[in-house]
């Protein structure tokens, strides 16, 4: 069963860390650029940070600019968010996406991505 699940969601004070993971199962992510989304209730789902397949590139919502790091483990089929000084407005369900591509190596937000996540939570509250 091809599929990717996230973890390492939960509740966190203003200020602190978490670490999501999105880890791959079925299939491998090496061809695979790979999105992260949130959405919070009562709002619309949007992108938070992408990574290209195999040299690191990443962009980011202006929201989470320096404050969030994106990155990749091929190896162990898994792809990290790393999400610093966490804001309540960063409260929402953060799902990862995959959208393969053979010959191109382009990160967007708004692309036809092939598989998605169940979503982790994550609360940032005092």
């Known amino acids: 069963q091809l599929q990717l699940v996230e973890s390492g969601g939960g509740l966190v004070q203003p200020g602190g860390s978490l670490r999501l993971s999105c880890a791959a199962s079925?299939?491998?992510?090496?061809?695979?650029?790979i999105g992260w989304f949130r959405q919070a209730p009562g709002k619309e789902r949007e992108g938070v940070s992408c990574i290209s397949k195999y040299d690191g590139r990443a962009i980011y919502a202006d929201s989470v600019k320096d404050r969030f790091t994106v990155s990749r483990d091929n190896a162990k089929n898994t792809v990290y968010l790393q999400m610093n000084s966490l804001k309540p407005e960063d409260t929402a369900v953060y799902y990862c996406a995959a959208d393969h591509q053979i010959f191109q190596n382009t990160c967007s937000f708004g692309l036809e991505y092939d598989y998605w996540g169940q979503g982790t939570q994550v609360t940032v509250s005092s």
């Open positions: 079925g299939f491998t992510l090496d061809y695979y650029v």
